[in-house]
């Protein structure tokens, strides 16, 4: 009540004295008892010896523009990157340990002030102390020490105060000159801020201001000698503390403030926030340096706070001279832990009220916290077992334990039901949930159960429906009621129960929470281990990882306004539901936002806050403030080697064809990914693709001869890539054998040894082929001249035989046709290709003497397509004849029934092919050979085999593709009814 009547009063204005004076003594108030009313803290690191620093005692800490974070401490200089943390000190030239302050000029120098008086430098990775430093000493004696506040590092000089004498100028030269002399003072300062400087004078009790246009001076209180004095200004506001008291002196009015602790650090950081370091009472923070307003955080209780700064992130870091260095990714986080007063900093569920938020601490104890209290109940009764869930429904908390349904009535815990063993087994109560007009469900191991008025009006076990383990239930205004169970999304309706799983398989896994967005009606499901599933109009959705979800293990889920937050073991996503539903929106929010640990319980959110159950406590933040982070990580590029040896770090660099092994070492300095940090980076030149790593360096052994440029960048937290990268050109030269003259030279002497070798070759296999080709024009006709002879003898034998039988008409007949075929085969054999009339008439005349011979024990047939060509086909002469031959002499001729032995041959044209058939109604190709070996017949015919060995020859010669093909027929009885031979001109 009294922090609300506070800011009430201080939003009010100074309407009259009295309202003047309650203003200042509440606002002096708040600051003693900021701490009492707020049961917070927040979310911060802690840097301390344990996890790698050099000492406990820091005196402050800054940031350099590359990003780097510069650590003065009892114990040296220290620089920390996000990875590594090294420490400077005297063994690496510093003139002492101790530092006091760093100051970073103009030209971005790091300088270290030492509490002795001297000044040092840092370059790279090393340490010069200043050049003019005894010139410095030599004004001091043992009682008279520089004032470390007071140093101002301009482009070619340097000024600094010393205590008890004045302010002095010491120029590039090494020249000292005093600006002024203050004899007696206690304390004096300077501070420089654009174009003002401040100076103190105790002694005078008056602080003098001095600027480029006016010099005035303000009536102080005494300060004592040698008392350290901090001077800041925002606009016409100049601040001075001294001891426990700040004076805020405003155009000449001069305001005072008491603290009960001794301020020892006073700074005005990049937001205009006023921060207020105490010896050994933590700091305290004013937004917009406002007095008026109460503090903005009370934070780090006994530490004692040297200096505050903010980062290029946003993210503050404070350091202290007794407890290391403290972290804070940004100030809107908040923690609720032991230390604010919970009994067990592991939280498994929580839940809000109108003014309180409940939660199950450790696993018999709930706390009831608002922002200046925290109330815990501790049921130490063994009769309450295990508590599993609470709910805040119908003004009232409702509290589940493994057997039986609490509410919380004056404070006290009073028992509603108690489930029953079933089967001998104890059921449990997962959670509760909330239904219409009042009544509430449990979702049980072994079903359901409705409560209203206090008593049980439905129970799923007694309706003898399915046994289903529930792990939560959501109902629709219209009373139908979504169960997420162990075993899928199942669906409660006019007393039926419906699986989904059926229906998809995805919907058959465990379900471990379920909640409906008000606006697009949409139905949420989380599944562990594969991440968040949207039902919306009978099309389902699944969400996870790949979809930009901070983890597919998925605990709880909470539907507020337009999104919907998912807690996971990893941290929290925020999914917009008015996003494209094939590519959702969707926030991502860790600890390295400043969330209090990465492993959520449970997550309930309202108008103002969003609130978190870990087992590090309660954490909560602001979700109206809460932005993605747009600070783009700047990676530069720290180191190259080349055959392991480092090269100074330069835009360009040019290296010789043996030295091409290269290492690029890079850095994005990026806090809050809490060295982390993504990269990328392409050699273009020689890599196509981004090469998506987390190490900090890039390796390209035996690098070809070329240009190349090398280019890294880095992402957030969030995952936004750096708006500029970091890239170096390569040049690898060519060795002199890659040069072009050398190679016009070796293909001068390469061309020239080819051409001569070409021509050799060139005659040589034109004189092989010529022989060749003559050589096997006198093969085919020495074959042919082979096969006509074969066939002659065999026309002779027909024409004795009509001799001897005196068939005198038969004879000159079988005489005349057999002269006209020998003149034909004469004339034939003179070539290797003739037309395929010719082949016909030459076919027609062997098979009219064949028939002659043989007169009715033979028919024969010669068709031709009419699409045949018989003048332009072109075939090697007498290729079919023998075939022809084979199919009377072996299968027409050895029939032994009545019938007529049929030849056809049938000329076809079948993808540009020329197909020749012949078919016989033999007595087949095996039949004729038992017969042969029974007449023990050594006569060998040489006709196919000749014929086979000029088909070989021609297709070597002419490069076609004629072949031969036979096929058996048989009858239904497979016994062999005659043969086929295909004969397949391809050209």
């Given at each position: 009540?009294?922090?609300?009547?506070?800011?009430?009063?201080?939003?009010?204005?100074?309407?009259?004295?009295?309202?003047?004076?309650?203003?200042?003594?509440?606002?002096?108030?708040?600051?003693?008892?900021?701490?009492?009313?707020?049961?917070?803290?927040?979310?911060?690191?802690?840097?301390?010896?344990?996890?790698?620093?050099?000492?406990?005692?820091?005196?402050?800490?800054?940031?350099?523009?590359?990003?780097?974070?510069?650590?003065?401490?009892?114990?040296?200089?220290?620089?920390?990157?996000?990875?590594?943390?090294?420490?400077?000190?005297?063994?690496?030239?510093?003139?002492?340990?101790?530092?006091?302050?760093?100051?970073?000029?103009?030209?971005?120098?790091?300088?270290?002030?030492?509490?002795?008086?001297?000044?040092?430098?840092?370059?790279?990775?090393?340490?010069?102390?200043?050049?003019?430093?005894?010139?410095?000493?030599?004004?001091?004696?043992?009682?008279?020490?520089?004032?470390?506040?007071?140093?101002?590092?301009?482009?070619?000089?340097?000024?600094?105060?010393?205590?008890?004498?004045?302010?002095?100028?010491?120029?590039?030269?090494?020249?000292?000159?005093?600006?002024?002399?203050?004899?007696?003072?206690?304390?004096?300062?300077?501070?420089?801020?654009?174009?003002?400087?401040?100076?103190?004078?105790?002694?005078?009790?008056?602080?003098?201001?001095?600027?480029?246009?006016?010099?005035?001076?303000?009536?102080?209180?005494?300060?004592?000698?040698?008392?350290?004095?901090?001077?800041?200004?925002?606009?016409?506001?100049?601040?001075?503390?001294?001891?426990?008291?700040?004076?805020?002196?405003?155009?000449?009015?001069?305001?005072?403030?008491?603290?009960?602790?001794?301020?020892?650090?006073?700074?005005?950081?990049?937001?205009?926030?006023?921060?207020?370091?105490?010896?050994?009472?933590?700091?305290?923070?004013?937004?917009?340096?406002?007095?008026?307003?109460?503090?903005?955080?009370?934070?780090?209780?006994?530490?004692?706070?040297?200096?505050?700064?903010?980062?290029?992130?946003?993210?503050?870091?404070?350091?202290?001279?007794?407890?290391?260095?403290?972290?804070?990714?940004?100030?809107?986080?908040?923690?609720?832990?032991?230390?604010?007063?919970?009994?067990?900093?592991?939280?498994?569920?929580?839940?809000?009220?109108?003014?309180?938020?409940?939660?199950?601490?450790?696993?018999?104890?709930?706390?009831?916290?608002?922002?200046?209290?925290?109330?815990?109940?501790?049921?130490?009764?063994?009769?309450?077992?295990?508590?599993?869930?609470?709910?805040?429904?119908?003004?009232?908390?409702?509290?589940?334990?493994?057997?039986?349904?609490?509410?919380?009535?004056n404070d006290n815990l009073v028992e509603l039901i108690r489930t029953k063993p079933q089967n001998d087994i104890q059921t449990r109560i997962n959670k509760i949930s909330a239904g219409l007009q009042g009544d509430i469900w449990l979702c049980k191991s072994n079903g359901f159960a409705g409560i209203k008025n206090q008593k049980i009006y439905f129970e799923s076990s007694s309706e003898k429906k399915q046994n289903l383990n529930i792990n939560a239930i959501w109902t629709d205004p219209n009373g139908t009621q979504w169960l997420a169970c162990k075993n899928g999304l199942w669906k409660f309706e006019n007393k039926s129960l419906y699986n989904f799983g059926i229906r998809n398989p995805i919907l058959d896994k465990n379900a471990n929470d379920i909640t409906k967005d008000t606006k697009l009606k949409a139905l949420w499901l989380s599944i562990n281990g594969i991440g968040v599933v949207r039902i919306q109009n009978d099309s389902i959705w699944v969400y996870n990882q790949d979809d930009g979800l901070v983890s597919n293990s998925v605990n709880a889920l909470y539907a507020y306004e337009n999104d919907i937050w998912v807690a996971s073991r990893d941290g929290i996503s925020k999914i917009d539901i008015n996003s494209n539903p094939n590519k959702p929106n969707i926030v991502n929010i860790t600890v390295n936002d400043g969330l209090i640990s990465n492993e959520v319980n449970d997550i309930v959110v309202n108008n103002q806050y969003v609130f978190v159950a870990t087992n590090k406590g309660v954490g909560y933040f602001e979700h109206k403030r809460f932005k993605v982070s747009d600070n783009r990580p700047n990676t530069m590029i720290t180191n190259i080697l080349v055959n392991e040896e480092s090269l100074p770090n330069r835009n360009k660099i040019y290296l010789d064809n043996d030295a091409n092994n290269i290492r690029i070492e890079y850095l994005s300095i990026h806090f809050k990914s809490r060295g982390n940090v993504k990269y990328r980076y392409k050699l273009e030149g020689l890599d196509r693709e981004w090469i998506y790593t987390t190490d900090l360096i890039a390796s390209y052994p035996f690098l070809p001869s070329g240009d190349y440029v090398f280019i890294v960048e880095a992402a957030n937290e969030s995952g936004i890539w750096s708006k500029k990268t970091a890239q170096i050109s390569i040049h690898v030269n060519s060795a002199y054998w890659a040069k072009w003259w050398f190679y016009t030279i070796i293909s001068f002497f390469i061309l020239g040894g080819l051409f001569a070798l070409y021509r050799i070759r060139f005659r040589t296999r034109a004189q092989k082929e010529k022989i060749q080709r003559e050589m096997n024009q006198y093969r085919q006709m020495a074959l042919t001249r082979q096969m006509n002879p074969h066939f002659i003898f065999n026309s002779l034998n027909a024409i004795q035989l009509y001799i001897l039988q005196n068939d005198t008409r038969l004879s000159n007949k079988f005489l005349t046709k057999f002269s006209k075929l020998i003149r034909l085969i004469l004339e034939n054999s003179q070539t290797t290709l003739i037309s395929l009339e010719k082949e016909l008439l030459t076919l027609n005349l062997y098979l009219e003497l064949e028939s002659l011979r043989f007169k009715e024990k033979m028919e024969y047939a010669i068709d031709i397509q009419d699409e045949i060509d018989t003048l332009g086909v072109k075939i090697p002469p007498m290729i079919i004849q023998p075939f022809v031959e084979n199919a009377i002499w072996h299968g027409l001729m050895n029939k032994n029934d009545q019938t007529t032995g049929q030849l056809g041959i049938i000329f076809s044209l079948e993808d540009e092919n020329i197909i020749c058939r012949i078919e016989d109604n033999g007595v087949g190709r095996a039949k004729a050979k038992e017969i042969n070996a029974e007449k023990n017949n050594t006569h060998k015919s040489m006709g196919t085999t000749i014929t086979q060995d000029r088909i070989e020859l021609i297709n070597s010669i002419y490069k076609t593709n004629i072949s031969v093909e036979y096929i058996d027929l048989f009858d239904d009885k497979q016994e062999s009814k005659g043969t086929v031979v295909k004969i397949t001109f391809t050209y």
């Open positions: 009540m009294f922090r609300w009547l506070l800011v009430f009063l201080l939003s009010k204005p100074f309407d009259n004295e009295f309202n003047s004076i309650l203003r200042g003594f509440l606002l002096i108030t708040s600051l003693f008892f900021s701490t009492f009313l707020s049961a917070q803290e927040v979310v911060y690191t802690h840097f301390s010896t344990d996890l790698g620093l050099f000492t406990s005692k820091t005196n402050q800490i800054i940031q350099d523009p590359t990003g780097y974070i510069w650590i003065a401490s009892s114990n040296g200089a220290m620089r920390f990157d996000g990875y590594t943390l090294v420490n400077y000190d005297m063994s690496d030239n510093l003139p002492e340990n101790e530092v006091s302050r760093i100051i970073i000029d103009a030209k971005h120098k790091i300088w270290f002030v030492h509490p002795s008086g001297y000044l040092s430098r840092a370059f790279s990775d090393s340490i010069t102390p200043y050049e003019y430093n005894d010139s410095i000493q030599n004004m001091l004696n043992y009682s008279e020490m520089l004032e470390p506040q007071s140093v101002y590092i301009g482009k070619n000089f340097i000024e600094f105060n010393i205590l008890e004498k004045g302010r002095f100028h010491l120029n590039q030269d090494g020249i000292l000159s005093s600006i002024w002399t203050v004899k007696d003072s206690a304390a004096t300062i300077d501070l420089r801020k654009g174009e003002c400087r401040y100076f103190v004078s105790s002694h005078q009790k008056r602080l003098r201001i001095f600027t480029n246009l006016t010099t005035y001076s303000v009536p102080m209180p005494v300060i004592g000698a040698n008392e350290p004095v901090l001077v800041v200004s925002k606009g016409d506001t100049v601040l001075m503390s001294s001891q426990n008291k700040l004076y805020e002196i405003v155009k000449g009015s001069i305001r005072t403030f008491t603290f009960n602790n001794a301020i020892i650090s006073l700074q005005i950081e990049q937001k205009g926030n006023l921060w207020i370091g105490f010896d050994s009472d933590g700091v305290m923070c004013f937004k917009n340096t406002d007095l008026n307003q109460s503090a903005f955080c009370r934070e780090l209780d006994g530490n004692s706070i040297s200096s505050v700064f903010r980062d290029q992130e946003n993210s503050i870091w404070m350091s202290s001279r007794n407890n290391g260095l403290f972290y804070i990714p940004s100030e809107i986080f908040h923690q609720i832990s032991t230390k604010q007063g919970l009994l067990d900093n592991n939280i498994s569920k929580i839940d809000v009220s109108d003014r309180y938020l409940w939660a199950i601490t450790g696993q018999k104890a709930i706390a009831r916290i608002d922002f200046f209290d925290i109330k815990n109940y501790e049921l130490s009764n063994p009769d309450f077992s295990i508590i599993t869930d609470l709910l805040w429904y119908n003004s009232r908390l409702w509290v589940s334990f493994k057997n039986k349904l609490c509410y919380l009535e």
